[in-house]
């Protein structure tokens, strides 16, 4: 389930109807696709994008979108820090980013033009469609791990364009989902 913050602000949404509000205010498209997961930790990219065929037929027609494949990323990816550093800094692209996850956990942050700064954590079932254009970077959780299909307009468009003195550096890339909280 995501988990919304505004650090600026001290905000936390946690309610996903809420969370969904928020960020189409700056926005954001966030959705919960489905939550019976109909996938395992075993299945194969192709097996994936069949289970949730219905679902990508309907998102690539209301946005445009022509590919989609599944990201699976954990501690034994390699060159996953270089990976990492790519997408862990302020930067926009010319094609929306859209994300449905899979399981694992991963961290967006929305530098929006006229709000503060939201963090938003993603899990198993949410799907967060941030348009092109939007200033935004990406961080992993700590335990590193998060499988998601990805959808594009055009995959040559998802090159990452820097924004120059980011305000990356001023958020830290908080978890806090239930495997996060510290006792
Ligand atoms: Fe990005």
């Known amino acids: 389930m995501v988990i919304v913050r505004i650090p600026d602000k001290n905000i936390k949404i946690e309610d996903a109807e809420e969370a969904a509000e ?15 997961n109909p996938v395992s930790a075993s299945s194969t990219q192709d097996e994936i994008l ?9 998102l690539k027609k209301s946005g445009g979108y022509t590919t989609a ?7 034994n990816t390699p060159g996953l820090d270089e990976m990492l550093n790519k997408f862990n800094k302020e930067h926009w692209h010319s094609e929306d980013e859209v994300r449905f996850t899979i399981s694992g956990r991963g961290i967006f942050h929305i530098h929006p033009e006229n709000s503060p700064v939201v963090s ?4 198993e079932g949410d799907l967060l469609r941030v348009p092109k254009g939007t200033k935004h ?5 700590e335990d590193r791990n998060i499988k998601a299909i990805r959808l594009f307009q055009d995959k040559s468009g998802w090159t ?4 120059p003195e980011g305000v990356d550096r001023k958020y830290q890339p908080m978890c806090f989902g239930p495997a996060y909280i510290r006792h």
Not at 22 to 36: A, K, P
Not at 50 to 58: D, L, P, Q, V
Not at 137 to 141: G, V
């Open 22 to 36: 928020y960020l189409s205010s700056i926005g954001i498209i966030y959705e919960r696709w489905r939550t019976d």
């Open 50 to 58: 069949a289970a949730y065929s219905k679902e990508i037929g309907e």
């Open 69 to 75: 494949d599944v990201i699976n990323i954990n501690e």
């Open 120 to 123: 938003i954590e993603v899990s």
């Open 137 to 141: 970077w990406f961080d992993l959780c």
């Open 160 to 163: 990452p364009y820097y924004v």
